[in-house]
């Protein structure tokens, strides 16, 4: 059998009885009889027809697969390819698995909506791996690797041991267990443990026992080793690791945890096939057991396999965060990783998580301790800052994993004065307005929420006039600061009054303050100020939390989001400045000069809208309206805006007519 070339990739292809055979490499037969050694393969011109058709395919795949000489990475295990040399049509048969790559991409199935059309973004769920969240999907045990003949390689002495210990008693896997092949070795391997497809396979096997023996050696730098590790893709690659590492921690002679570390680092990101998953799930289970430092860590690799395989794997290399909670004590607890994530008014809440939590679960725990609604209700989500613009908050979405976007995060951190922000961070704020009762509204809702309303207005959101802007302010003054200061009109100190100056310049919007340009109106803010803050002397503040949140919520734009930009009209062509109102149910575009509404479209009337990066466009049925805003970070905050409502709309409706 000859080698593979340095671009391809081994990837299996399972097919039934019923449908055509595909065998190793990639060829396609139909209902093909078993080999008997008198079969000769395809003339090569019957395959150099194909391949101007296949040109595409083939550079789509080889771009994603790291072991394409195209495929541009960082340095890993995966450079310097070796030289093997195929005919042309081999090394086209050999392609064509590439072109199957695609199906180890996680299934999803689209939900149908039954009223109307759906906009631009689909409502998907993911298809579950497994009934049992410790069980492999069928099919999935077949073993790796196969001859291009579909005939099965021979096993290497691991691959035997493992083989015959599925028909073994307890005494007898005991007994196999203390071989020498399947324990702890100081010495580096001199060939691989698994067989292997290719010479250039068994060269990059070799490279990751030299990865493990140098990290075992020195085991300070997890980070780097295991980011190495992780640009394998290929099955028998993964395999092969997977095989190394369960001998490196068993029977050891002292006990090495840099092996455990990192069993534990690559679990969420790749798991095994075949045998080896098999042994990999017995190890664990009879380490498990131990009282030692191993076998904590056996149970730790438990929980986190449980939870890959039920929620899926992940997708970006480990962040900082997680590597140095890996190197400490993650079996501890039951979560091992933890981060502040901040909360209107500048308080904050410590929330844990681990390797596998997505985004979902983490604002579920966040509500569970702060005692809020869930996010479907509230409209709350979970804000991260910008890694490229300071200052500018994106909202995360709720299936990605958490150490994914810390990772992304520290990827593409940029520094600001020449200082790196150490930990990514995250804001638990509101992001959708929603109609719903008071009644379910808890005080810390109410606290959170009129304490966002407050900095937007702060920050010239709502618009408002001076009288209730001054009764506002003075609310939450009383709220936040308590008491008024004893003054005294005809009689000001100067202490009291520098202090009053303060507390309005903090809970008076700047807009409304610049109105008091002569000292008489601003020695008549001053007075209005302190007597209506003095008015609401020790009431308690879960009551002017919610006075201020209802008496904003009869502003006309109340629950809505304002973005500005510029609006082409349809008449004449001119473009106006305008300020665009998002609601649940509908886009209202406002002229910014004159507050005279120009054109207004319900949410469930557009069929596709899209923006980037300066601008968004929307269409309904054939009408389609284009506008212009100020940056991209707007663009972008209003397509998920729109999505998200667009989205829960037809979600809310759909059940609606269900229970109906």
């Known amino acids: 059998m000859q080698s593979d070339p340095p671009h391809s990739a081994s990837v299996?292809?399972?097919?039934?009885?019923?449908?055509?055979?595909?065998?190793?490499?990639?060829?396609?037969?139909?209902?093909?009889?078993?080999?008997?050694?008198?079969?000769?393969?395809?003339?090569p011109r019957h395959y150099n027809s194909m391949q101007s058709r296949l040109h595409d395919s083939m550079m789509t795949s080889a771009s994603r697969d790291p072991l394409s000489p195209g495929c541009k990475r960082e340095p890993s295990l995966l450079q310097s390819p070796s030289k093997h040399g195929k005919r042309s049509w081999e090394t086209l048969i050999d392609s064509l698995a590439l072109v199957g790559f695609t199906d180890a991409?996680?299934?999803?199935?689209?939900?149908?909506?039954?009223?109307?059309?759906?906009?631009?973004?689909?409502?998907?769920?993911?298809?579950?791996?497994?009934?049992?969240?410790?069980?492999?999907?069928?099919?999935?045990?077949?073993?790796?690797?196969?001859?291009?003949?579909?005939?099965?390689?021979?096993?290497?002495?691991?691959?035997?041991?493992?083989?015959?210990?599925?028909?073994?008693g307890e005494s007898q896997i005991k007994q196999a267990l203390s071989s020498p092949t399947l324990s702890y070795s100081m010495k580096p391997l001199s060939q691989p443990l698994t067989n292997l497809s290719s010479p250039y396979h068994t060269s990059i096997a070799m490279r990751i026992n030299k990865t493990l023996h140098d990290f075992a050696d020195d085991p300070r730098d997890l980070y780097n080793a295991s980011r190495t590790l992780l640009t394998l893709t290929s099955v028998e690659l993964v395999n092969e690791l997977y095989s190394q590492l369960l001998k490196q921690t068993h029977r050891q002679s002292r006990e090495h945890l840099a092996y455990w570390h990192v069993l534990a680092t690559v679990i969420p990101f790749m798991t095994p096939k075949g045998r080896v998953m098999s042994y990999l799930k017995a190890h664990l289970d009879r380490y498990s057991e131990q009282k030692t430092n191993a076998g904590r860590f056996a149970g730790y690799c438990i929980k986190v396999?449980?939870?890959?395989l039920a929620f899926g794997k992940r997708q970006h290399h480990p962040c900082r965060l997680e590597i140095e909670a890996t190197c400490g004590k993650p079996y501890l607890h039951s979560k091992p990783m933890s981060i502040p994530i901040h909360l209107p008014g500048g308080d904050y809440q410590v929330t844990g998580f681990d390797t596998v939590s997505n985004v979902a679960e983490v604002i579920r725990d966040l509500e569970s301790q702060l005692g809020i609604r869930n996010c479907r209700w509230s409209g709350y989500t979970l804000f991260m800052d910008d890694p490229v613009n300071p200052g500018v908050k994106v909202p995360i979405n709720h299936s990605a994993k958490l150490c994914d976007v810390i990772a992304k995060w520290e990827a593409n951190i940029k520094p600001t004065?020449?200082?790196?922000p150490q930990v990514i961070g995250l804001t638990y704020q509101k992001f959708l307005y929603l109609s719903s009762q008071h009644d379910d509204i808890s005080p810390v809702e109410y606290r959170l929420s009129a304490l966002q309303l407050h900095k937007q207005a702060m920050d010239g959101m709502h618009g408002m006039e001076m009288e209730l802007a001054t009764c506002l302010g003075a609310v939450m003054a009383q709220a936040v600061e308590g008491n008024c200061p004893d003054y005294s009109p005809t009689k000001p100190n100067n202490d009291t009054v520098k202090v009053l100056s303060d507390f309005i310049e903090k809970y008076v919007p700047p807009n409304i303050r610049d109105r008091c340009k002569d000292s008489n109106s601003k020695q008549q803010l001053l007075k209005d100020f302190a007597e209506i803050w003095s008015k609401f002397r020790d009431v308690s503040s879960q009551m002017l939390f919610q006075k201020y949140y209802m008496t904003v919520e009869r502003w006309k734009y109340h629950k809505s989001t304002l973005f500005t930009g510029l609006y082409s009209h349809p008449k004449d062509g001119l473009k106006v400045a305008v300020c665009l109102n998002v609601t649940e149910t509908r886009l209202t575009i406002i002229n910014a000069d004159t507050l005279v509404i120009m054109d207004a479209v319900d949410l469930d009337k557009i069929t596709k809208f899209g923006g980037y990066p300066f601008s968004i466009t929307l269409r309904i049925n054939n009408k389609i309206i284009s506008i212009m805003l100020v940056d991209k970070h707007k663009c972008y905050l209003l397509t998920e805006l729109l999505a998200s409502y667009c989205r829960l709309t037809h979600v809310v409706t759909r059940e609606n007519a269900a229970s109906n």
């Open 12 to 43: 299996r292809l399972r097919s039934n009885s019923n449908s055509n055979k595909i065998m190793r490499g990639g060829m396609v037969r139909k209902d093909t009889p078993p080999y008997d050694g008198s079969a000769t393969l395809p003339s």
């Open 305 to 308: 396999l449980k939870r890959s």
């Open 417 to 420: 004065n020449n200082q790196i």
């Open 105 to 168: 991409l996680p299934k999803q199935k689209c939900v149908k909506s039954s009223i109307g059309k759906l906009p631009t973004y689909l409502v998907t769920e993911q298809v579950p791996m497994t009934d049992h969240p410790y069980e492999l999907p069928p099919g999935e045990e077949e073993d790796m690797p196969m001859s291009p003949l579909n005939q099965p390689e021979p096993l290497t002495e691991f691959e035997k041991l493992l083989e015959k210990m599925k028909f073994m």
